[in-house]
């Protein structure tokens, strides 16, 4: 049985965590829930955003099933998102787009996997603001090497590109793609403009795909003319492996492609640990009112369970989620051609509804 960290979240996130659980059972997932706080609850219980213990009992049971966190205004940590990530070495962030016959989908055919890198760019948090007495300091290093002269009303954000880290997301791109049998690997990326970290990620990027030459394809888009393609022939992509910013921008666009936030999963990946959770947020607006979609979570628990090495149960999951998805009639009103939130079915009933076709596939087999 396979111990896993649950993280219910914030907003949406306890709804669309317990949909989640109902079709994880229905699947005979073989999983031990260990639940552990993070975000709003976490800070009411336990005094902290992001106690020690939930990022220990990830580290325990290296896997994890998380819901959306909001990240706090003010102080406190940037987000607890790019926290988690930071703290457990979850370098590579993956996406799949793919086609799960929503009305809303533009595409029948789009099958694209984002690999973000999800620690450096300008994630990395080194900014400078307006007012920061530091700005002045900065700026005049800046003015002294490089004539560059600057308003005195400025704020400065570093984006932070190292070979390590760029090496690491392209050799895990080109395993993904080695392990899940695509043919492509494009880096995406600026460096025609931002030449030395750009630079840097394209480089390393054709240094780490010798290593696989004559097995996987190795190719490279510029950013702006990617998300032209993504929306003219996304047909043509296969696996995109992009800095961090780009990687955040591009995965809503490919959301975007297959009929939104509510059917995209990820996960997060670092050595020997694994973070899942769907692309979009707490949603606060929606929280409590049984009206999100839990698509993009179970698909995400579909992830994990291949993760784990339970793939016929993920199987089962993903093929009763397609079902549901083209039938049409108990989705929630994203799923829907009126998107009439009146007539649609609420988080909860379209979790059941999924858990039953689990239930008639498991009967049938
Ligand atoms: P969001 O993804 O929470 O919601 C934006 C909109 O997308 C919603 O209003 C809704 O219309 C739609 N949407 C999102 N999830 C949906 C679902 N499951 N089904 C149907 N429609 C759905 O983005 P936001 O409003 O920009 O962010 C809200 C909070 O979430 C912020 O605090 C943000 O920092 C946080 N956030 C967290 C994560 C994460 O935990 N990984 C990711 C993104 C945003």
């Keep these: 049985m396979a111990k896993v960290t649950l993280i219910r979240g914030d907003g949406v996130g306890p709804e669309v965590i317990r949909a989640a659980q109902i079709c994880l059972e229905a699947a005979g997932a073989d999983i031990e829930w260990e639940e552990a706080l993070a975000g709003e609850a976490a800070r009411k219980e336990q005094g902290s955003l992001l106690p020690s213990q939930t990022l220990d009992s990830i580290r325990r049971n290296k896997v994890a099933l998380k819901g959306p966190l909001t990240t706090p205004v003010g102080g406190g940590f940037r987000s607890l998102n790019v926290e988690i990530r930071r703290r457990l070495d979850l370098y590579a962030c993956l996406r799949p787009a793919r086609f799960w016959g929503s009305v809303h989908s533009l595409y029948k055919d789009v099958d694209i996997v984002i690999v973000r890198e999800n620690k450096e760019d300008l994630y990395a948090g080194i900014e400078f603001d307006i007012d920061d007495e530091f700005t002045g300091i900065v700026k ?3 003015r002294k090497r490089t004539q560059q002269e600057f308003s005195s009303h400025t704020a400065i954000s570093l984006k932070i590109i190292s070979q390590e880290e760029a090496a690491r997301i392209a050799r895990f791109a080109f395993e993904y793609a080695l392990a899940n049998r695509r043919k492509k690997v494009s880096c995406v990326h600026k460096a025609n403009i931002i030449k030395f970290s750009d630079g840097l990620f394209l480089k390393t990027f054709y240094e780490v795909a010798k290593e696989y030459e004559g097995k996987i394809e190795a190719n490279d888009i510029i950013v702006d003319n990617l998300a032209m393609q993504l929306v ?3 047909q043509n992509l296969d696996v995109l492996v992009l800095p961090n910013l780009y990687g955040d921008i ?14 995209a999963p990820g996960a997060n990946l670092g050595d020997g640990m694994a973070v899942f959770e769907p692309v979009h947020g707490a949603a606060p607006k929606y929280a409590g009112k049984n009206m999100v979609n839990p698509t993009a979570t179970i698909l995400s628990a579909v992830l994990m369970l291949h993760y784990l090495g339970q793939k016929r149960e993920a199987a089962i999951l993903e093929k009763a989620v397609r079902r549901v998805i083209e039938e049409g009639k108990v989705v929630t009103y994203d ?13 909860q009933e379209m979790a059941e509804e999924i858990a039953k076709k689990v239930r008639e596939i498991r009967e049938k087999d």
């Design 335 to 347: 799923l829907r051609q009126d998107r009439d939130k009146n007539k649609a079915a609420g988080t």
């Design 140 to 142: 005049d290093e800046i």
């Design 232 to 234: 003219q022939k996304p």
């Design 250 to 263: 591009i995965s809503d666009l490919a959301a975007g492609l297959i009929g939104g936030l509510g059917i």
